[in-house]
């Protein structure tokens, strides 16, 4: 029997859907009638500039969400909280990791993003143009993407750990024109230049007319003349009477890249009116938010979940959003305690991985500061261990606010199996229920589905309001990806368990791609930045469990004839691998091997290199491995390379 935590009594008093009854007969509402339920929402939740008449067209796979309503996302976050007293709330209380601060309340946001928005349009720019955001946890990321939607620019945030190789993918794969940075970002004390990247990105992207530089950090730079413009110049000669354009309610409001099975980034198109009513009502639902509430999402704006939950779902539904610049251990372990203590944080988001970092540096840090303010916690990026997961409720919630375990995607664009804190009991390690709407199923691999307490393949099988469009420029790997293996329906990459109460346990991936700390990495995007290295002729990537990264990223690669294999040329490796995507993808491990085991028809084996590096030892099924010593020669070189780590420490 797993254990339950029943919603706390005072929590579920004066929670928005309070007690199970009220969530399951909102389920049993949307799941009869899903076209009135989100109709009803969209009418009542979202301010249409043309009101839409059609809810959902659905084309299997092709979604169109209340197709003929116009609306703005930017008017959405921001001018339609300026009506009433709401303008001077803070929208974004930003620390920055030397701890200065700075408040915008919704008017002063709404006068600068106005104003960024003009300037950009004085340049040129117009609707439908792709725009790259490639800068660091700092109010202007949050400016930058407002204005795109308000003039109806795609935008694409590239987080800023990534390479300037990285960016030029995205730059090129996008066609975008423009590039707003900063010369630089700080993490743990240094300096990060960014606009030296974007330099060296752009040396070979003729099609970037503009390249706007935020000066952050006074850090020396080159400003190529024509090109390169400076942030304040634009904001200010520029006019802060900027209309929300009405945009269709499909018009793409960004790009995102992600990790999928291949070496290239798939470019995850999400729009605008369905994207944006489910991160603001999954605001309400799974948050809980109420009009007092202090919210910190831990994410960097790189990752979806900086876009859902830092900025568009918190600021559509008029919340105040807290943004850190910095990093969780700097400069001492207790940060993120100092800064729940210091603004009286309510709600709290933050990623397994960085919990599990937090048990390990002690108790005594969160045991400094004043934690009482908190009233709900949540935990996103991958499943959360029990032991993680009750430490996270004991020692920072002091027992009494409810844990919302969030299972989502960046392809989900929101929330979708998550406790409601008020009606739904949590069970450590699920993320429990579908929400409103949500219809999932764990199927095998013929798709039936598996009875309770087996575990198959997690599927979605009614199309959401947040879901992801297609692939950018590539709808045929959309098709192929996510709605070819299990035909008619969302296919997740993610195994789960649905257990005899209905409760969905997610397992973690199926396919090759890896999650490390949260952030997920393809197999194969590293192990082509490894083969473009003189040095290598093959390589094969994989996940091995690891305690606080969830998983850690180990690869296998043979040299070419004429090199030596050697510790220096493997610690050479995981630095180019850092400099190819960025330090996030930088490999714990790099083994050197004679030979990587394949299958007769020349695949490499990774589900038999995954088991060494998990067990040391293989087990599985070798039938049809060509060679099988091969495999016991690497997990022979693995055991000598163990016992010499251990004679040497
Ligand atoms: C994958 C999506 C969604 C924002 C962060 C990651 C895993 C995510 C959970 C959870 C178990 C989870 C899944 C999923 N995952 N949240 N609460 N429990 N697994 O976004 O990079 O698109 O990765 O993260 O494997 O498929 P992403």
């Known amino acids: 029997m797993d254990e339950s935590f029943a919603p706390p009594a005072a929590f579920q008093a004066q929670a928005r859907v309070s ?6 007969k909102l389920y049993a509402e949307a799941l009869a009638h899903p076209e009135a339920f989100w109709g009803d929402l969209a009418r009542r939740q979202l301010d249409w500039l043309q009101p839409f008449t059609r809810v959902l067209d659905w084309d299997s796979p092709h979604a169109q969400w209340f197709a003929d309503g116009k609306i703005n996302a ?3 976050c921001v001018d339609r909280h300026l009506a009433g007293w709401r303008r001077n709330k803070a929208a974004i209380l930003w620390e920055g990791e030397n701890f200065e601060q700075r408040i915008l309340t919704y008017q002063e946001l709404h006068r600068k993003v106005a104003k960024f928005a003009n300037a950009l349009k004085k340049l040129g720019y117009r609707a439908g143009d792709r725009a790259i955001i490639y800068l660091p946890m700092i109010p202007e990321a ?11 620019l795609i935008h694409s945030v590239v987080f800023a750990g990534f390479s300037a190789e990285a960016l030029k993918t995205r730059i090129d794969d996008l066609e975008a024109t423009l590039v707003i940075t900063a010369d630089a970002g700080r993490r743990r004390g240094r300096e990060i230049l960014l606009k030296r990247n974007v330099d060296a990105a752009l040396a070979d992207c003729p099609g970037v007319r503009r390249c706007i530089v935020y000066q952050h950090l006074g850090a020396g730079i080159e400003m190529k003349p024509e090109r390169d413009l400076w942030w ?5 000669g520029s006019s802060e009477v900027c209309p929300a354009e009405a945009l269709p309610s499909e018009h793409p409001l960004y790009v995102l890249y992600t990790s999928g099975t291949t070496g290239k980034p798939k470019g995850v198109v999400h729009t605008t009116a369905g994207y944006l009513l489910q991160s603001q009502m999954s605001m309400q639902w799974v948050f809980d938010l109420r009009e007092e509430d202090i919210y910190w999402c831990t994410a960097d704006i790189g990752w979806v979940t900086g876009h859902s939950y830092i900025i568009y779902g918190p600021l559509a539904a008029g919340a105040t959003t807290l943004m850190y610049e910095g990093a969780p251990d700097w400069p001492e372990p207790d940060r993120f305690w100092r800064i729940i203590e210091k603004y009286r944080v309510n709600l709290f988001y933050t990623s397994p991985t960085a919990i599990r970092s937090f048990i390990r540096q002690g108790d005594s840090w969160p045991q400094k500061h004043d934690l009482s303010s908190l009233r709900l916690l949540g935990s996103v990026g991958e499943p959360i261990n029990p032991a993680a997961w009750k430490w996270y409720h004991e020692t920072i919630g002091g027992g009494r606010c409810p844990i919302v375990d969030t299972w989502w995607q960046t ?3 929101s929330i979708l199996i998550a406790p409601l804190p ?15 709407g949500i219809v999932p199923d764990v199927v095998d691999a013929a798709g039936q589905p598996v009875p309770a307490g087996q575990q198959g393949f997690l599927i979605l099988r009614q199309p959401w309001p947040s879901m992801f469009r297609t692939l950018y420029r590539d709808d045929e790997r959309f098709r192929e990806n996510y709605w ?17 109460d209905g409760y ?13 700390s949260g952030h997920r990495l393809s197999t194969m995007e590293v192990e082509s930045a490894m083969v473009r290295h003189p040095a290598v002729a093959e390589a094969a990537a994989v996940g091995r469990p690891h305690e606080l990264k969830g998983q850690a990223l180990v690869v296998f690669a043979t040299v070419k004839g004429h090199v030596q294999r050697s510790p220096e040329l493997a610690e050479e490796l995981r630095g180019w691998v850092g400099q190819e995507i960025g330090g996030f993808a930088r490999p714990d491990e790099i083994r050197l091997v004679e030979a990587l085991p394949k299958t007769r028809s020349g695949k490499i084996m990774r589900r038999l290199l995954r088991e060494l590096v998990t067990s040391a030892r293989v087990a599985g099924d070798t039938t049809t491995l060509e060679d099988y010593a091969v495999i016991l020669q690497l997990s022979q070189q693995g055991k000598e390379e163990e016992e010499l780590l251990q004679k040497s420490e």
């Open 19 to 24: 007690g199970i009854a009220a969530y399951q």
């Open 484 to 500: 070819a293996r299990f035909p008619g329906a969302y296919f997740t990459g993610d195994a789960a368990r649905r257990d005899a």
């Open 232 to 236: 304040n110049d634009l904001m200010f």
């Open 504 to 516: 969905y346990w997610v397992l973690g991936r199926v396919d090759d791609v890896i999650n490390v």
């Open 411 to 413: 392809e989900t664009g």
């Open 142 to 152: 949050a400016i930058a993407m407002l204005a795109c939607a308000r003039i109806g």
């Open 422 to 436: 008020g009606a739904v009991a949590a069970k450590p390690g699920s993320a429990t229920l579908p929400l409103p």
């Open 74 to 76: 930017c008017y959405n």
